[in-house]
């Protein structure tokens, strides 16, 4: 199964990277990234002030991430003298330096980095909505390299089409789409306090809470900029997500998060799950799913749902959840035309897959 992607003259062997944050703050970490598999690597953001970090400083549970680290705690120096000059020893594959965030910090990172990175991402997470504002950052970025730039975009940004017009126009060759969702919060009842936060008692939130926002992000992109590169980053946690951003517009992906929650052998595990999952939907290349046209047609009219006993398990969980209290128990499951919304919801919730909804 050829699992390569191409984008913009770099060549990966399979779509998955690492997305910037704690697993890729040193050289070690880079090495275990690059022996782990992934396509591409990418660095923690490097910016060219120190952060200052409350701790603790990560929250996860099963669906979500919650994290106030801000960038790199290691400063611009360390990562030109020490980091990267150690990772280029053993390289062997394309190396995309993130740095962070201003204009006036470009004009210093650019230059520094220029020599290690094959592509550069720019993290926006800090500048703002002003897409004026963008347009000059990528400007300046463009006056000190010639590889390829990939912004990356913020889900606080209203206009992620704009956006994508406005870096394309200043010189940018794609988006990474999404950065972290927030502010948010997290509250410890028992003791009345904010648990994690910065000084405000914000922390930003990723992981698979926010795929479903993060695909729309890059379809929507994609749509608007075909000729843009895009890198689908929130809330990977398995092969079937890699084929889902894929399928969305996306010519590879990031992931961090779900390895916070699941473990740091997730990466191995979904390169190693991709021939699988792709021969299981019928593609026979990672270029295949990239090059599949999505059917957006829109259905109007449903019929009402259908049990195959022998899968039920009698749970009650359809009735339970059931919004126009349509689903009622006779002996067996029993769905009500009269007022069944023909919604789906309880096809979706079932867990043994005993209810369909035929065409």
């Not at 801000?70 to 980091?83: D, N, P, Y």
């Not at 789906?344 to 897959?353: I, K, S």
Request: charged share 20%; glycine share 6%; proline share 6%.
């Amino acid at each position: 199964m050829n699992l390569k992607t191409t984008f913009d003259g770099l060549q990966l062997n399979n779509p998955l990277m690492p997305a910037a944050g704690p697993l890729n703050g040193d050289d070690s970490k880079l090495f275990f990234l690059q022996d782990a598999g992934c396509g591409a690597i990418v660095t923690k953001t490097i910016s060219t002030s120190a952060p200052h970090i409350p701790k603790p400083c990560i929250y996860g549970d099963k669906q979500s991430v919650m994290n106030s680290e801000l960038w790199s705690e290691h400063s611009m120096a360390v990562w030109r003298e020490q980091f990267l000059p150690s990772f280029m020893k053993r390289k062997d594959r394309p190396l995309i330096v993130s740095v962070g965030y201003s204009k006036e910090d470009m004009e210093i990172l650019i230059p520094m980095f220029d020599g290690f990175a094959d592509a550069f991402e720019v993290s926006t997470h800090y500048v703002g909505t002003d897409l004026s504002v963008i347009e000059n950052t990528v400007k300046t970025i463009r006056k000190h390299t010639k590889k390829p730039i990939y912004m990356k975009i913020s889900p606080h940004i209203p206009d992620p089409e704009g956006f994508a017009k406005v870096i394309k126009a200043a010189g940018a060759n794609g988006i990474v789409a999404i950065n972290s969702l927030g502010p948010t919060m997290k509250i410890d009842i028992a003791n009345r306090r904010i648990r994690y936060g910065n000084e405000d008692g914000f922390v930003w939130t990723s992981g698979p809470v926010i795929k479903n926002l993060a695909l729309a992000v890059v379809y929507k992109i994609k749509r608007a900029e075909p000729s843009l590169t895009v890198i689908g980053v929130g809330g990977i946690a398995s092969a079937d997500d890699v084929i889902e951003f894929l399928l969305a517009g996306a010519s590879g992906v990031q992931m961090l998060s779900a390895a916070l929650i699941k473990g740091k052998q997730l990466y191995e595990k979904i390169i190693s799950d991709l021939p699988k999952a792709l021969e299981k939907y019928g593609f026979d290349s990672i270029q295949a799913v990239i090059d599949t046209q999505l059917d957006n047609t829109v259905k109007y009219e449903a019929n009402t749902p259908t049990l195959i006993e022998e899968k039920c398990i009698e749970c009650m969980l359809c009735k339970k959840v059931c919004p126009y209290f349509a689903i009622t128990f006779e002996e067996k499951i029993t769905f009500n035309d009269d007022l069944c919304f023909q919604c789906g919801l309880c096809v979706e919730q079932c867990p043994t897959d005993a209810i369909v909804m035929k065409p």
